[in-house]
């Protein structure tokens, strides 16, 4: 795709992303878009918290 480059490891693994800045300056909520995905997929193994949990510890913290 024109404007981004992959940068591999000896075994043709990606390890970065340089996307070129004239080409997606403009593209604010797209990058967004795959910076949400790139941190779900980051986080997919993380313990899950159970809603109410989140609730009851903002309001005993006074952020709620």
């Not at 480059?5 to 004239?22: A, E, F, G, N």
């Not at 779900?40 to 993380?46: F, G, H, L, P, V």
Request: glycine share 4%; proline share 2%; charged share 40%.
């Amino acid at each position: 795709m024109k404007g981004i480059t992959y940068i591999t490891d000896k075994k043709q693994r990606v390890q970065s992303v340089v996307l070129d800045y004239k080409l997606f300056k403009n593209a604010g909520e797209e990058l967004e878009d795959i910076f949400d995905v790139l941190v779900a997929e980051a986080r997919k193994n993380e313990k899950n918290v159970p809603f109410d949990n989140v609730i009851e510890n903002l309001k005993r913290k006074g952020k709620l």
